[in-house]
């Protein structure tokens, strides 16, 4: 099969190689499917600097998010069959990544995708909508009426968030560096926008609330931003550290934590129960049904593009998801 494989760590520009590697053996627990479409993001751009939390052996595939049918089904798996159209997360853990004619994955990081719904944006739904429901509603619990701060908000995390945000009725502040991604933060529905390239985030929040605060951060950036974000949250706010596509995890000003009652939430699709995790969902495919979110497609590449659009995210030139 035609698979793209990390030969090396550095730049996928660099270390990033198309060709043939034997179809993947299929593990007991595990599902094979037909990739349609992959999402390309951050975490493979780490995956190809050796900076990420798994480094499977080399040479590997990565590829994370992605969207096909099932094509086998191991001899323990039941709750799946051969030919379902799924979108999840593949097994590029053990190095059996997407971007590749099939991967493998377990059921239970695959889910149920409308026919109704292109193949470009069921591959892109899952990670950013899931990590996004999982941090507003079920950890932060967002209240309409809430201020809500969206830190790199034209990303794909952040696209999600300041969707899902406004459409739980919250009033929904993005961050984003330069004009362009400003502007497509104002089209994603955030009531303002804040270009942090010429204004301070810090004092545009406190400005919009009349010094009170944001009551929720959703953080997908670290660093900085994280840090400086203690300044503009509100008594009783919490702040959901997300990602560190700044190349840091902020550090955590107690002080402040402590005077004005803030909690820190982590906050991850991953760890509920299966049955839960089918309702979380089910509730953004209704969100979907609905037109209140969509996935934020900046670009559309064939297959031999992977190298150069994972280039593209790593000198972050991508808006939304590849």
């Known amino acids: 099969m035609r698979a793209w494989q990390v030969t090396a760590a550095g730049e996928p520009r660099d270390v990033l190689r198309v060709g043939e590697r034997a179809v993947p053996a299929l593990p007991d627990g595990h599902v094979r499917c037909d990739v349609a479409a992959a999402g390309l993001g ?31 089904v191991a001899h323990d798996v039941t709750e799946m069959s051969v030919g379902q159209r799924v979108a999840g997360v593949s ?33 892109a739904f899952c990670i950013p909508f899931h990590t996004a429901h999982a941090a507003l509603d079920v950890r932060a619990g967002l209240q309409p009426g809430e201020t809500l701060l969206v830190h790199g908000g034209s990303g794909g995390t952040g696209s999600a968030a300041i969707q899902l945000g406004a459409a739980m009725g919250a009033f929904v502040v993005a961050a984003a560096g330069g004009a362009e991604k400003a502007a497509v933060c104002a089209d994603l529905g955030a009531d303002a926008v804040i270009d942090h390239r ?18 929720v951060i959703f953080d997908p950036v670290g660093g900085e931003a994280y840090e400086a974000s203690f300044r503009c949250l509100a008594s009783l706010g919490r702040i959901l550290p997300i990602g560190l596509a700044s190349g ?48 934020l497609i900046g670009e559309t590449v064939a297959f031999d593009g992977v190298s150069a659009a994972l280039q593209g995210i790593a000198d972050r030139r991508a808006i939304g998801r590849t």
């Open 42 to 72: 951050w975490p493979d751009v780490a995956m190809c600097r050796g900076t990420y939390a798994f480094r499977p052996e080399l040479p590997f595939t990565p590829g994370q998010e992605f969207t096909g049918r099932v094509a086998d």
């Open 248 to 295: 840091r995890w902020g550090n955590t000003p107690i002080g402040p934590m402590a005077l004005k009652n803030i909690s820190i939430m982590t906050a991850s699709p991953t760890g509920y129960d299966r049955p839960t995790a089918l309702a979380h969902h089910q509730a953004l495919l209704d969100h979907f049904d609905r037109g209140t979110i969509a996935p």
């Open 198 to 215: 010429v204004e301070s985030v810090v004092d545009r929040v406190l400005e919009l609330t009349d010094g009170r605060g944001a009551d």
């Open 91 to 123: 097994s590029f853990y053990t190095g059996d990544g997407a971007f590749a004619d099939t991967t493998l994955a377990r059921p239970t990081t695959l889910y149920p995708i409308p026919d109704a719904m292109p193949d470009e944006q069921a591959a």
